[in-house]
């Protein structure tokens, strides 16, 4: 596991290939005050040319290469660039430099991804499926085994609830459940696990080993050290928008656990 | 902050991206091809037709009276503008039929201008959706601009009553609204997926607009006959051939000439003028919208 490089004896199959990713965002308006009208006309008279426009660069020349079967960490502290990372690997957010070549379309499964809060659990079951390329007959099928899934039945007939009275861990379970129905070449799973409670996490854990047995790739960003070393096996820790480290999970985070410590 | 080396495995230049094509990966986010895109849109069907019935139901699922304001707002809607253009104003003087006229030309407009305003809002309003899943994101405004088609199913049901009412019965000519109809789908379709690109690119759009729909309400003839109001030399002859040649003008005669008998005088060139804005638009707007398809995710 040291090398992590594709030695010409090497059987194991890359789904993803980051090549010396670099991604910038652009922020309108990150200095101005939007709601101010008189900064904007000051903006308008004075700076004709290009408003309070501000470049972030969040990710900075990161390459790796995950292999089928794995589940991959990712772990640093607060705006160091993972969730921007994931987007990009997920297809929604274009490198500015270099590219991301994947194994098929990895899927993204984010905290603040709401579905449709106005339709009712059960129908945003069935659109989730269908979008993600179901079959009306596919998800038939394993209808009751996402809602059971999802545990969001326990307490009640939750499902036929509009997806906005839901609670943001009931939300959360729910995505997790319609996404996780499918099996995925490479899922990327952003902090979505740490919204549920104790027992759907030890129930997702369970999920994402199965999906990494039918051959899929997974990554994990947490901030729980504690579910990075249980659920991965490699993680890469991301620091202001470089990789400081790639290896076996609990050599990383023993490490990365010494640096937050020493700050 | 320099990385220790024996931390991150160095590759050479080149080597990842070998890798990658040894083992035929694609690069991610990647625009598919256009009969590409078009495939993965029909294979979508599904999920496209559900969404549009889902946001349908949603609308009014918070409203005690749930989905009777379907017909109710269109009505009320025909209302309004009866008594403020037909009583107030007058402009029913010298236009037979005037209550089906009327109604007629605001239900078509309404299919345009809330087609319109869905595509506004086609991607901002669905980001969740859009970060989420994985989709050809023209789903979004063609479901959007399927439930506005549906809405007018039920407003055409409202217009069928009025017209009873008013002495209109049913005749051959009635079956032209099919065709009518899903031209002005097609080109709403088109329009509604402009406006998508634009307003995930710059949400300003979106309040614009209003302002913009409402002049060419005014000037599509909606709530008054172009003919009578133009008539006389106040206005160059060339303007009023630009507002009859107007696509919401254009869709609202068609569907005039084919329910009111009393209405006349289309010549044959509309029906041209309406096949050609509806396959202008259409096309336009698909190319047009599957161009910034990998940029949607963002913002």
Same mark, same amino acid.
């Given at each position: 596991?040291?090398?992590?490089?594709?030695?010409?004896?090497?059987?194991?199959? &890359?789904?993803?290939?980051?090549?010396?990713?670099?991604?910038?965002?652009?922020?309108?308006?990150?200095?101005?005050?939007?709601?101010? *009208?008189?900064?904007?006309?000051?903006?308008?008279?004075?700076?004709?040319?290009? &408003? $309070?426009?501000?470049?972030?660069?969040?990710?900075?020349?990161?390459?790796?290469?995950?292999?089928?079967?794995?589940? /991959?960490?990712?772990?640093?502290?607060?705006?160091?660039?993972?969730?921007?990372?994931?987007?990009?690997?997920?297809?929604?957010? &274009?490198?500015?430099? $270099?590219?991301?070549?994947?194994?098929?379309? &990895?899927?993204?499964?984010?905290?603040?991804?709401?579905?449709?809060?106005?339709?009712?659990?059960?129908?945003?079951?069935?659109?989730?499926?269908?979008?993600?390329?179901?079959?009306?007959? %596919?998800?038939?099928?394993?209808?009751? =085994?996402?809602?059971?899934?999802?545990?969001?039945?326990?307490?009640?007939?939750?499902?036929?609830?509009?997806?906005?009275?839901?609670?943001? $861990?009931?939300?959360?379970?729910?995505?997790?459940? /319609?996404?996780?129905?499918?099996?995925?070449?490479?899922?990327?799973?952003?902090?979505?696990?740490?919204?549920?409670?104790?027992?759907? %996490?030890?129930?997702?854990?369970?999920?994402?080993?199965?999906?990494?047995?039918?051959?899929?790739?997974?990554?994990?960003?947490?901030?729980?050290?504690?579910? /990075?070393? =249980?659920?991965?096996?490699?993680?890469?820790?991301?620091?202001?928008?470089?990789?400081?480290?790639?290896?076996?999970?609990? =050599?990383?985070?023993?490490?990365? =656990? *010494?640096?937050?410590?020493?700050? | 902050?320099?990385?220790?080396?024996?931390?991150?495995?160095?590759?050479?230049?080149?080597?990842?991206?070998?890798?990658?094509?040894?083992?035929?990966?694609?690069?991610?986010?990647?625009?598919?091809?256009?009969?590409?895109?078009?495939?993965?849109?029909?294979?979508?069907?599904?999920?496209?037709?559900?969404?549009?019935?889902?946001?349908?139901?949603?609308?009014?699922?918070?409203?005690?009276?749930?989905?009777?304001?379907?017909?109710? @707002?269109?009505?009320?809607?025909?209302?309004?503008?009866?008594?403020?253009?037909?009583?107030?104003?007058?402009?029913?003087?010298?236009?037979?039929?005037?209550?089906?006229?009327?109604?007629?030309?605001?239900?078509?407009?309404?299919?345009?201008?809330?087609?319109?305003?869905?595509?506004?809002?086609?991607?901002?309003?669905?980001?969740?959706?859009?970060?989420?899943?994985?989709?050809?994101?023209?789903?979004?405004?063609?479901?959007?601009?399927?439930?506005?088609?549906?809405?007018?199913?039920?407003?055409?049901?409202?217009?069928?009553?009025?017209?009873?009412?008013?002495?209109?019965?049913?005749?051959?000519?009635?079956?032209?609204?099919?065709?009518?109809?899903?031209?002005?789908?097609?080109?709403?379709?088109?329009?509604?997926?402009?406006?998508?690109?634009? @307003?995930?690119?710059?949400?300003?759009?979106?309040?614009?607009?209003?302002?913009?729909?409402?002049?060419?309400?005014?000037?599509?003839?909606?709530?008054?006959?172009?003919?009578?109001?133009?008539?006389?030399?106040?206005?160059?002859?060339?303007?009023?051939?630009?507002?009859?040649?107007?696509?919401?003008?254009?869709?609202?005669?068609?569907?005039?000439?084919?329910?009111?008998?009393?209405?006349?005088?289309?010549?044959?060139?509309?029906?041209?003028?309406?096949?050609?804005?509806?396959?202008?638009?259409?096309?336009?707007?698909?190319?047009?919208?599957?161009?910034?398809?990998? @940029?949607?995710?963002?913002?």
């Amino acid at each position: 596991m040291a090398d992590l490089k594709d030695s010409p004896g090497d059987h194991r199959v &890359p789904t993803v290939v980051v090549d010396d990713v670099h991604i910038t965002y652009t922020v309108n308006g990150a200095r101005t005050g939007k709601g101010s *009208a008189t900064s904007a006309l000051s903006r308008l008279t004075t700076r004709r040319a290009t &408003p $309070g426009a501000r470049k972030v660069h969040a990710v900075k020349g990161v390459s790796f290469a995950a292999y089928k079967g794995e589940a /991959i960490g990712l772990i640093g502290s607060n705006g160091s660039g993972k969730s921007t990372l994931l987007k990009a690997v997920a297809g929604l957010l &274009p490198p500015t430099r $270099g590219q991301v070549h994947t194994q098929g379309q &990895p899927s993204l499964l984010g905290v603040n991804a709401a579905l449709m809060g106005d339709l009712t659990g059960e129908r945003n079951v069935v659109l989730g499926g269908l979008a993600m390329g179901m079959t009306r007959e %596919q998800i038939r099928e394993r209808y009751d =085994e996402i809602v059971d899934f999802s545990g969001i039945n326990e307490k009640g007939d939750f499902i036929t609830l509009p997806m906005r009275t839901y609670s943001s $861990g009931m939300g959360a379970r729910l995505r997790f459940s /319609i996404a996780a129905a499918k099996s995925h070449d490479v899922l990327l799973i952003d902090e979505a696990l740490s919204t549920g409670d104790a027992k759907f %996490q030890r129930r997702s854990k369970d999920r994402i080993k199965e999906l990494r047995a039918e051959a899929g790739t997974v990554f994990l960003v947490s901030h729980s050290n504690k579910s /990075i070393t =249980e659920t991965c096996d490699r993680a890469l820790w991301l620091e202001a928008g470089t990789l400081r480290m790639d290896g076996p999970a609990k =050599e990383v985070v023993a490490a990365y =656990e *010494a640096f937050t410590k020493r700050k | 902050m320099s990385t220790p080396a024996q931390d991150v495995p160095t590759y050479a230049p080149g080597e990842l991206a070998a890798l990658a094509a040894r083992h035929g990966l694609t690069v991610s986010g990647a625009r598919p091809s256009l009969p590409a895109y078009i495939r993965q849109l029909w294979g979508r069907r599904h999920f496209i037709a559900a969404f549009a019935t889902a946001k349908l139901t949603a609308q009014y699922s918070q409203a005690k009276l749930g989905q009777i304001w379907q017909i109710v @707002t269109p009505l009320l809607n025909a209302t309004v503008y009866y008594f403020i253009f037909g009583v107030l104003m007058d402009t029913r003087r010298g236009v037979e039929d005037f209550v089906p006229f009327l109604v007629t030309g605001v239900f078509i407009w309404t299919f345009t201008s809330s087609s319109i305003t869905a595509g506004t809002r086609a991607i901002s309003g669905n980001i969740g959706l859009v970060r989420a899943l994985h989709f050809p994101r023209a789903s979004l405004p063609v479901a959007l601009a399927l439930q506005q088609l549906q809405q007018l199913l039920f407003s055409m049901g409202a217009l069928v009553l009025i017209l009873l009412v008013f002495g209109q019965y049913p005749r051959p000519a009635w079956l032209l609204a099919i065709p009518a109809l899903a031209l002005q789908a097609l080109f709403n379709t088109g329009l509604s997926m402009v406006m998508a690109r634009l @307003t995930a690119r710059t949400p300003d759009i979106a309040q614009l607009t209003p302002f913009v729909l409402r002049t060419w309400m005014y000037s599509s003839g909606v709530m008054w006959s172009l003919d009578h109001l133009l008539s006389g030399d106040r206005v160059p002859h060339a303007v009023l051939v630009a507002l009859e040649y107007n696509p919401a003008a254009i869709y609202i005669n068609l569907m005039r000439y084919a329910l009111i008998d009393s209405y006349s005088g289309l010549p044959a060139h509309v029906w041209a003028a309406a096949l050609g804005w509806a396959v202008l638009c259409g096309v336009a707007g698909f190319v047009y919208f599957w161009k910034a398809e990998e @940029t949607y995710g963002r913002g």
